[in-house]
């Protein structure tokens, strides 16, 4: 019975699972979905996944969807210390990647990278595109100087001061800021958490696409956190 992801490597929340796995040596299969040819509308790929999405996880007749959930099955299912048994310990992983989910993601991804980057994120009237970018840029600034402050404050870690799915999650998440040029010069224990993160053995591997995408960006501007 094969385990089996399904990812692309431009998509944020693909990069984190692609990590997590070759950082541990997992023993999981790992297909790309073609998504600039449109393999995930494809009635194949949605019979894994309905909303057609990367990531999905099969594991025999099992199907799942969303990078969280996925890192939490992986992490559960080989029984990683990044997803600590200790109840309060894990309680607070999961405090922090459902935060990167709900309070960051939403507004800094949504709101402020993919409007910027992707035609059919943007917003059709001019002025609302203006607001909607606006309005992500100063949310995702509120949320990184809770970042910065309070859930890393001197802690080299996001939960219980130790490496977990929650750093695979967010730093997968806060380091597509690369796409629009962000440097989180403001928030230095952002920045030195990032650098942690950038530094595991598979870092540059799984990221080498968005790093691509990011330099061919280079000259255009936007507006950035």
């Known amino acids: 019975m094969t385990l089996t992801v399904y990812v692309h490597p431009a998509s944020t929340v693909s990069r984190p699972v692609s990590l997590f796995i070759a950082e541990k040596g997992l023993p999981v299969a790992e297909t790309v979905v073609d998504l600039m040819n449109g393999e995930q509308r494809g009635q194949a790929y949605r019979a894994i996944n309905p909303n057609g999405l990367v990531p999905a996880l099969t594991d025999g007749d099992f199907r799942m969807s969303e990078c969280s959930a996925i890192l939490k099955y992986l992490a559960s299912r080989f029984d990683c210390p990044e997803y600590p048994r200790e109840l309060e ?90 796409l629009i040029g962000c440097t989180f010069e403001a928030y230095p224990n952002v920045r030195r958490w990032l650098g942690a993160m950038a530094s595991l053995a598979n870092w540059a591997r799984t990221h080498e696409v968005m790093h691509g995408f990011a330099a061919s960006l280079k000259d255009r501007t936007f507006e950035r956190v």
């Open 89 to 178: 310990q894990r309680a607070k992983v999961d405090e922090a990647m459902d935060w990167f989910n709900t309070q960051f993601y939403r507004d800094f991804g949504y709101n402020l990278l993919y409007p910027q980057l992707f035609p059919h994120h943007q917003r059709p009237d001019p002025a609302v595109q203006a607001g909607v970018v606006a309005w992500g840029r100063e949310k995702a600034q509120a949320a990184l100087g809770v970042l910065d402050a309070h859930i890393l404050g001197a802690a080299d870690y996001v939960a219980n001061n130790r490496i977990s799915i929650a750093d695979y999650f967010g730093s997968g998440i806060v380091g597509a800021g690369a």
